[in-house]
């Protein structure tokens, strides 16, 4: 408790307003989100509404939940507050009495919803209800007309509708949090009696963790990118020792667990999530493997970057991360070496480095307790990531058989097509304003709401562009938000995705937006860089465009002539 | 042995240093135990000494005194 006080003082590159409303006890769980917060970075400020109050702090629009205007809103609630008596008298109502009594109570969860939709730009995190595993019906429970476990059902997929009909309502699988830890042990009745805990104070961390899922996508801090060992890894043996008949894979009950942890892998990489491959190995023999044994489930498509030689680990990992483009921080490393592990653990402290034990068994639910790869959203972008990877693994190598950059470039036969925000892209604007680093001006994190509310605000114009070229669609890229006053605009926003960095998309994008500006009589456009910890790549776009300082602002003349690159189309939609 | 346990845990639970804490201690004179943070040392007291109160232990007690009577009752010594 102490602790997070103490660690306040850090510096903090992120900051998120947390309230929590709960209808049960939940001391413990605010002082556990800040210290969990503080040591991703992120500078914490909560509102936690008194005991029970979430019907008042939720239904009156001038309450201190509402001004203190929070980011994300956690909604826990608990069946035995919501139903009340009926929760033990079940029986003694009539199944129409029942149905009536639940439909009621989903009016009520929807009333205040509607009341958060109307006065609130927060996400909310509802969490649904727990089924008990007992019920007084005993056997015959799921005989029964509209039973017990069927009323509380019956308000959860309200509930899991509810969350499909607004973008800013996730709703959090408690009954996913119960059957992973059990009601036996979360639920306990002299913590219940004594103070209406009804999670129980050990399981507080464990229930914290689950919320941490929500805070780390809206920060920018999930991970993107797992890079692999193969030998006992990927699969039980070592290549250059047991051969490509040797090793286990499929069969044996290690062979199994090598087999699942692949299977588990694929699942995320289909998801979105990198794979790439950092293993001490002959390059020929362990490609054979990846290639052509029969039980291998991951295969080269599947590799964004695959570094198999004699190099050091931490130099490979350095190459990868440059390859494909993307922050340490957004690293989970998996390698079953010791040695390995310590190393990366204090060459890159940012990445995540599993530790990983010698038994296979334990590698899948290792990877199932990560809660890092989460999105608030999957776009098509997410979708597509494994093949637009390998898509640029055949763009370095055309870059590779290719000496002159122009010549590249013409090659590439590149189209950017500009397009206006709408619905439709307002995630995707989102997401790359809040995971952006690298080629990003200033650097200013937007959540939907923000973007939808500027979308639709005449003072803003806000596009982003998609980038083609003849390997394929590299999908929504580029993001900017401009500020339109009558003589200036001002550039609030500019950001490229680092995968299509150097390719002269940045300059296209830039100079759609001063003809856009030139053509409505204005004579100035106003900039800003605002240096980060990694945004260098962005540090000299404006002045190397034309732009000229001027205090803390870069400014161009728009009586000066608009470049536009040579090689590649532009399409306004 | 006991009382020395006891003692380092109550200490770490309400962040207070082991010299500050004698039988006559408790909710009184120890500003950080409050309701919640005496939850907290029930919780750490029962899985250092794997055993679980009941609720009238837990609610009975007003000073350590009266924690080390109940764990004297639990044969913790």
Known sequence: MTLSKQIDDLKFDKKLKVAILSSFTLNGLDETIHVKCSQLGIKYQSFVAGYNQYNQELLEPSSD???????????????????????????NI????????????????????????????????ITNFNIPYYSSNGILEL???????????????????????????????????????GEKNIFDYR????????????????FADELMSYVKPMCGLNKKCIILDLDNTLWGGIIGEDGFDGIELGHTPNGKAFVEFQKELLSLWEQGVILAINSKNNFDEAMKVIKE???????????????????????????????INIGLNSIVFCDDDKLNQERIKQEFPE?????????????????????????????????????????????????????NLDDFLQELNITVIIKKSNEFLIPRISQLTLKT??????????????????????????????????????????????????????????????????????????????????????????????????????????????????????????????????HLKVEVE | MMEDDVNAIIAKVFSISESQINDQSGPENIESWDS??????????????????????????????????????HNIS
């Open chain 1, 191 to 206: 913590q219940f009696y004594l103070g209406d805990i009804q999670i129980s104070l050990n399981f507080i961390p464990s």
């Open chain 2, 36 to 73: 919640f943070n005496g939850l907290i040392l029930v919780d750490e007291l029962e899985n250092h000494f794997k055993i679980k109160f009941s609720i009238s232990e837990i609610t009975d007690v007003k000073t350590v005194a009266d924690i080390k009577r109940h764990l004297k009752n």
């Open chain 1, 94 to 125: 009539s199944v129409e009495d029942r149905k009536s009594l639940t439909h009621e109570k989903i009016k009520e969860l929807k009333n205040i919803i509607k009341n958060f939709e109307n006065n609130s730009n927060s996400k909310l995190v």
């Open chain 1, 293 to 323: 044994h029969p039980n291998m489930i991951l295969r080269e498509k599947n590799f964004a970057s695959i570094q198999i030689n004699w190099n050091d680990k931490a130099e490979n990992l350095k190459h990868i991360v440059n390859e």
């Open chain 1, 143 to 181: 005989k029964s007309e509209f039973g017990f476990h069927e009323m509380i059902e019956e308000i959860n997929n309200s509930l899991r509708n509810i969350s499909k009909t607004y973008n800013s309502i996730y709703i959090y699988n408690f009954t996913r949090f119960i059957s992973k830890f």
């Open chain 1, 65 to 91: 939940y509402y001004k203190f205007s929070p980011d994300i809103t956690f909604l826990i609630l608990d069946i035995r507050n919501l139903l009340g008596e009926n929760f033990y008298n079940f029986n």
């Open chain 1, 351 to 403: 990445v995540l480095t599993l530790e990983l034990p010698d038994d296979p068994s334990q590698f899948v639910p290792i990877l199932k307790d990560l809660n890092d790869f989460n999105v608030l959203q999957r776009t098509t972008e997410d979708k597509k990531r494994g093949e637009m990877y390998s898509q640029q693994r055949e763009r370095n190598s055309l870059e590779r058989s290719i000496s």
């Open chain 1, 437 to 566: 680093n690298q080629f990003n001006l200033t650097t200013r994190r937007y959540q939907e709401e923000e973007i939808r509310t500027r979308s639709n605000d005449t003072n803003f114009s806000i596009g982003c562009a998609q980038v083609l070229d003849k390997f394929g669609d590299n999908g929504i890229t580029g993001v900017y938000i401009v500020k339109k006053d009558e003589n200036v605009w001002f550039i609030d926003t500019f950001l490229l995705s680092c995968r299509i960095m150097g390719r002269g998309v940045e300059n296209a994008i830039l100079s759609q937006i001063l003809k856009d500006a030139k053509t409505n009589g204005v004579k100035q456009i106003k900039a800003e860089f605002i240096p980060t910890q990694k945004n260098k790549p962005a540090e000299t776009f404006l002045s190397d465009y034309g732009f000229m300082k001027q205090d803390e602002f870069w400014v161009y003349n728009l009586d000066n002539n608009i470049k536009t690159p040579k």
